[in-house]
């Protein structure tokens, strides 16, 4: 049988497809490059030739997450009639749809990188994903501070606030995933929704809005992502 040939870019695709479905079933700490390699059909210098270790993977996977995301807000963008403060409100809830529908991989994906150890790991992924969806908020804020719905001086500096607001909540998220299988998940969900909460405060304070403007997460989101059934 003929063998198949994948241009440079169909084989790293190919890679980051087997990294996805390993990671997210095996896990990142049990799957190893061998793993990947095997699973991709591809040899020790056809991986590495596109990555450098493990974690130059779950990088490029979580920054082609984010790229996933991009054309759910690029369609708020372009829905007609709407208002900044209506975009940006309408871009958060398809992130948080979004997220909602990919549960199980981002919940595999956080369970890794908020561990202590991995801090660095998680600081260098937080990064390119901000970077992958900054210039749509840039875009959304400035385009409300035009017309008079956000009150800040500089959008771009506004919209990488935001955007970073997540470290904040990473010990709360942290702790609600390591609570999945004990007694008390119930309550450090609890505690992550406050947390989640203060954040939308937080945004609405950025853009000089009145507390509760913003929908920055519904009652049922922390549920979604971390059911606390029995």
């Known amino acids: ?108 994906a956080f369970a890794t990188l908020l561990r202590a150890e991995n801090i660095v790991l998680y600081d260098r992924i937080n990064r390119a994903n901000i970077r992958t969806v900054l210039p749509v908020f840039e875009a959304i804020i400035e385009a409300g501070r035009q017309d008079g719905s956000f009150t800040v001086p500089d959008a771009r500096l506004a919209a990488q606030a935001i955007l970073s607001l997540g470290s904040m909540t990473h010990d709360a998220v942290a702790s609600a995933i390591e609570a999945r299988t004990r007694p008390d998940r119930a309550a450090a969900n609890a505690e992550l929704k406050r947390a989640l909460a203060w954040q939308g405060v937080v945004i609405d304070r950025i853009l000089g809005l009145p507390d509760g403007s913003v929908r920055y997460v519904t009652p049922e989101f922390v549920d979604t992502l971390l059911p606390v059934q029995d």
């Open 1 to 108: 049988m003929a063998r198949t040939y994948l241009s440079a870019v169909e084989r790293r695709e190919q890679i980051l497809d087997v990294a996805q479905e390993l990671f997210f079933t095996k896990g990142f700490e049990a799957t190893t490059v061998q793993d990947l390699m095997a699973a991709a059909g591809v040899s020790k210098g056809g991986f590495y030739h596109h990555f450098t270790a493990k974690e130059d993977v779950l990088e490029a996977l979580s920054i082609r997450m984010a790229e996933q995301t991009l054309p759910l807000i690029q369609a708020v963008m372009e829905t007609p009639g709407l208002s900044a403060f209506e975009r940006l409100n309408e871009a958060l809830g398809a992130l948080r749809n979004f997220k909602q529908e990919q549960a199980d991989g981002i919940v595999a």
